[in-house]
């Protein structure tokens, strides 16, 4: 059996390089200030950026011995300076007469008594002849104790602390990871690095990030919200990298809560379970909610074992899912400590993301000489988007900007319009590349392989294939990746960069009748459904907009569904998303014409209301005036069968059930429940209990559906004496139950394992921008 090497140990041999040289100015100061405190246990006192030319910044502070005194061993306790020494330039040698304007400067603080010791951190090289001459030089001034450490030093020390390796999470894409990973963690985290490398070239450590990674540390859980091209995947899947860095979690990409409890394995505590778009990708998606909903118990049981999850979530979603996950399944998720607001970023925050995807774009020079005098205010616009920053960094986004303050303003804070225009422009083989990619839903496969569909795609938009190949290539690394998705490390092909792209490219779609017809007629109903809006309404989220006119195309597609999903469970909720959320009175007009017996059969649902999915779509109806007598009678007299037998209490908090019962039905069934559930518990429960198995569930989760609606009952007849005092009784029975039977589950607490989560320090006011460097070579 081969010994893997311990984590936070060089596991290659050689030396390592992190390309220091690619970081900037701003982040080099940044790793800095980590080695200080993360490496040397400092707290700086005064921080202070030169303004006099120069490009480097010193920290001042009071040196205290720090517990393991790596590289600084000699230096003595008392006033000390350290000076960043950055230079944009791979492979260089520090000389001592780049620091000749520092000897002047180091000479004053000296005399006023703040700098006893000096330390040079530098990311070049430094010989042992200049470090010797820069050493006397610096003892010529009256420092006592001169230290100097270059860029190797720098990278060592990476290669050997994970925890700074946390607080600058950019140096993972620049590095070897064989040094600082075992075997099985590196396998990993090349694959993650495939989807991550130019996204950390790029990130910055925010305080976003910061309480993510807190959050998972202190809970296992954290949920991120934020609107669309803000970063929030970007900061799950770096989380994710930390925590394969520090814990050895291995990450597991799930769809929903079903597969977080259907991967997790007991026996493998560390793993890290990343959800993106938890509750929708575009539109809130309720199916996915109730996932969470009937899941989040055996969620937290896997939390409490070990595991970790991150959750990613545009905030309307959120804000629409959050009325169905009821706070007593997981209280957490209505507090602070892990819900993170990724969209909050400080001015110094937005000013480097903007610089980092402008200095590390592919923008020349003179285009870069002419956006540095507008950089500020452009990070400065509400909203700040960092895909849109990303987008103003290349070339294929900015071939119409105007270079001035009002073109980039307006590029920053109106992406969506200039995106239409870059679309627009693009050559016929483009076009039909992103085309094949958007058709293709989740990954156009690599090598090509088109089937009848997707040729027909090519030939009705001008493409060839040899050009589309072309294209795609072309395309890759601004509108498009190439690799493997997160969800499916089993196949490779291309993906929409962002899913702003996706959502822009359907915003284009949608301008062109024919480009709709192509896209209804080359895929299945299922990508169709989960792909198109047949609502004229300004919704939140860009799908597919479809107009009246190919509404019976749709409704086609929709009868071939319906045969189709009487034994799917998964299918029919799409099927039945669709209806309830995206479509205009006119389409469900046109469709009941269609199918004159489809709502007669959204009649007949089960328990639990808030888990299924008719009633959604019969509300719809009954706004859209479907709904006839005869329906509303059977409605009525359903769940009032479900009140009482499950018991279902979804009917007095879920939304659609304010539309579809009246004041005076509402009043009514509450009166039937109170009347006949005290009298009817027992063999209700006996009921529960007949079906409990325990080998698959322990009773506790069991039982939890059944405490939730006891509990929403309790809430509703608050006042009502009588009948709170008949649902406690109830609970005691219940509990009661729950004991008797003969399994119980005893979570075990893991062992807690730090990720660093400490506050990045406030910056002083300073002269220097940090676009400074912005237009060197």
Request: hydrophobic share 40%; charged share 25%; aromatic share 8%.
């Amino acid at each position: 059996m081969t010994d893997h090497p311990r984590k936070g140990t060089v596991a290659a041999t050689g030396s390592p390089d992190f390309a220091l040289h690619t970081l900037g100015w701003r982040a080099f100061q940044d790793l800095c200030a980590a080695v200080l405190r993360e490496v040397w246990a400092q707290s700086v006192h005064t921080f202070a950026d030169s303004n006099d030319g120069g490009r480097d910044g010193a920290f001042y502070g009071t040196w205290q011995q720090p517990p393991d005194p790596i590289g600084v061993q000699d230096v003595p306790d008392g006033p000390f300076v350290l000076q960043c020494k950055h230079t944009t330039k791979a492979d260089t040698t520090l000389a001592p007469s780049e620091l000749s304007n520092e000897f002047a400067k180091v000479q004053a603080l000296v005399d006023q008594g703040l700098c006893g010791s000096y330390v040079l951190l530098a990311n070049a090289r430094v010989s042992g002849t200049s470090a010797a001459a820069i050493r006397q030089r610096l003892l010529d001034v009256g420092v006592r104790y001169p230290l100097i450490l270059d860029g190797q030093w720098i990278c060592d020390t990476i290669a050997s602390r994970q925890n700074l390796r946390t607080f600058v999470p950019r140096v993972y894409g620049l590095g070897d990871l064989s040094h600082i990973l075992d075997e099985r963690a590196y396998t990993q985290a090349q694959a993650l690095l495939d989807y991550l490398r130019d996204e950390l070239a790029t990130f910055v450590v925010t305080d976003a990030y910061r309480r993510a990674a807190q959050a998972v540390q202190d809970h296992g859980f954290v949920l991120l919200l934020g609107e669309p091209g803000i970063g929030k995947s970007i900061i799950a899947a770096t989380v994710a990298m930390t925590a394969l860095d520090a814990w050895g979690c291995l990450t597991v990409y799930a769809h929903d809560a079903d597969e977080v409890v259907r991967h997790w394995n007991p026996n493998e505590p560390n793993q890290f379970f990343w959800i993106d778009d938890a509750f929708g990708s575009v539109r809130h998606e309720r199916h996915l909610t109730d996932s969470w909903a009937r899941r989040m118990r055996e969620v937290m049981t896997a939390v409490r074992g070990g595991a970790k999850v991150v959750l990613t979530s545009r905030d309307y979603i959120y804000r629409d899912a959050r009325r169905y996950l009821k706070e007593s399944t997981y209280p957490l998720l209505h507090e602070q400590q892990v819900a993170v607001d990724a969209t909050q970023l400080r001015p110094e925050e937005r000013r480097q993301i903007l610089y980092n995807h402008i200095k590390l774009g592919d923008q020349p020079l003179e285009v870069r000489s002419s956006m540095k005098p507008h950089l500020h205010e452009a990070a400065d616009a509400d909203p700040f988007y960092p895909e849109a920053a990303r987008r103003l960094g290349l070339q294929a986004f900015t071939r119409r900007l105007q270079l001035n303050g009002r073109g980039i303003g307006d590029f920053m804070t109106r992406p969506s319009d200039f995106l239409r225009e870059v679309y627009d422009g693009l050559d016929p083989d483009e076009k039909t590349a992103l085309a094949l990619t958007y058709q293709a839903g989740e990954c156009l496969s690599s090598p090509l392989d088109l089937d009848t569909a997707q040729h027909d795609v090519v030939t009705r938009l001008g493409g060839t294939i040899a050009g589309v190949g072309r294209a795609l290539h072309t395309l890759t690394g601004t509108f498009l990746r190439h690799g493997s998705p997160p969800s499916n490390d089993t196949i490779t092909g291309w993906s929409f960069r962002h899913p702003t792209l996706q959502e822009g490219f359907a915003a284009f779609l949608t301008t062109d009748l024919n480009l709709i017809q192509i896209f209804l007629s080359g895929q299945n109903w299922r990508t169709i459904l989960s792909r198109i809006d047949c609502d004229t309404g300004n919704q939140a989220g860009t799908l597919l907009r479809v107009p009246p006119s190919l509404y019976p195309r749709v409704i086609e597609i929709l009868q071939t569904a319906d045969q189709e999903t009487q034994a799917d469970w998964l299918g029919q909720r799409l099927w039945h998303g669709f209806l309830a959320s995206r479509c205009s009175n006119e389409f469900l007009t046109l469709y009941t014409q269609a199918e004159p017996t489809a709502i007669d059969r959204l009649t007949w649902f089960g328990s639990f209301l808030n888990v299924v999915d008719e009633p959604q779509v019969l509300a719809r109806m009954q706004q859209a005036d479907l709904i006839e007598p005869a329906h509303h009678q059977r409605i009525v007299k359903r769940v009032t069968e479900l009140a009482v037998e499950s018991p279902d209490a979804g009917w007095t908090w879920l939304p659609e059930w304010e539309v579809l019962l009246t004041e005076n039905e509402r009043e009514q069934l509450l009166s039937h429940v109170k009347q006949q559930l005290p009298s009817r518990f027992d063999q209700i429960l006996q009921g529960w209990r007949n079906n409990y198995k325990p080998d698959e569930t322990d009773p506790q989760t069991y039982f939890d559906e059944l405490e939730i609606e006891l509990n929403s009952y309790q809430k509703v007849f608050a006042e009502d004496t009588d009948a709170t005092s008949a649902i406690e009784q109830a609970l005691e029975k219940m509990n009661e139950t729950i004991w008797a039977i003969d399994e119980e589950y005893v979570p075990q607490d893991p062992h807690a394992a730090a990720l660093h989560g400490d506050s990045a320090p406030a910056d002083a006011p300073h002269g220097r921008s940090v676009f400074d460097d912005i237009d060197d070579d």
